[in-house]
């Protein structure tokens, strides 16, 4: 499991959306990004889809993901 406590651009709020993690500023679970896209979903698609978060914020979400787990890979 990732520890969302040290990427930018998620929260996790008690009592907002049952305290998953989301993206800053929205109601959208970052859960949502990982199975939109292992759905077959692009980026394009789910920020359509859920036009409160923004481009910069995926892509700090998946370069934080990207990173974390070449470490706990390595």
Known sequence: MLDWTQCSAVERVPGKVSGAWVFKGTRV??????????????????LEWFPGVSREQVQTVLKF???TLAVAAA
Not at 29 to 46: H, I
């Open 65 to 67: 993901a990207e990173s």
């Open 29 to 46: 679970p970052v859960a949502a990004l990982f199975e939109n896209l292992e759905g077959g979903a692009t980026v394009g698609q789910f």
